[in-house]
């Protein structure tokens, strides 16, 4: 999660407002040590992307914590649906950071009882979620990476969906999403920036299925 820090800065008596750009996490108390050492640092405070917010002193606690939990996730999904035989495939990579390391989780499945290539990128975006939540991922930013722009409008709201079906996978993700007090970010992208989970979603209908979390080196 990226962290912004806010100060107020005194020389000669006079006083004003000092605001950082938004700075990785592990950056923050090494710049507020520094602006420390010029003595005329006062009443900084840290907010995340969140708009929450801290001071130094409860930040400082609260680092070894943000540390262990999962941060900085960038999700990346896709479906894929197969008319003959009516079997879809799914495809999803999650990267993400927890203490200091990053991580990667990759999983693809074949789902039955789909009805369209919408659909099995639904499926594919509520599992991604449910894997979140198995991570332990909660509270934060994350941005969902998919080459199915109609899916992405439709799921930030910028296009209707007057589709059944699918309205009632957006009510579960949504509901999903909230209950884990998520942020999404929906980044739609072409297929070329998205063939990890492209290709795990064929290699699922080919029936060949990937299922791996591990630290990356």
Request: net charge negative.
């Amino acid at each position: 999660m990226k962290m912004k820090i806010k100060w107020q800065y005194e020389f000669k008596g006079r006083k004003t407002e000092f605001e950082s750009e938004w700075l990785s996490k592990d950056l923050v108390l090494p710049i507020v040590e520094d602006l420390n050492k010029t003595g005329r640092m006062k009443n900084a405070t840290v907010t995340d992307e969140l708009l929450n917010e801290w001071t130094v002193k409860e930040f400082t606690k609260l680092n070894k914590q943000l540390d262990e939990a999962p941060g900085e996730v960038e999700v990346y999904f896709d479906g894929g649906f197969d008319r003959e035989t009516q079997i879809a495939g799914i495809g999803i990579a999650v990267y993400y950071k927890k203490n200091g390391e990053d991580w990667r989780c990759r999983i693809n499945e074949k789902l039955l009882q789909l009805e369209s290539n919408n659909e099995a990128e639904y499926a594919a975006l509520y599992k991604a979620i449910e894997l979140l939540e198995e991570i332990g991922v909660k509270q934060v930013p994350v941005t969902i990476t998919g080459d199915s722009h109609v899916v992405l409008k439709q799921l930030s709201g910028e296009w209707p969906c007057f589709d059944e079906t699918l309205n009632k996978w957006l009510d579960r993700i949504d509901h999903k999403m909230q209950s884990l007090h998520l942020s999404p970010l929906y980044k739609p992208v072409d297929r070329r920036q998205n063939k990890e989970a492209d290709k795990l979603a064929n290699q699922a209908l080919q029936g060949n299925f990937v299922s791996s979390h591990s630290v990356i080196s």
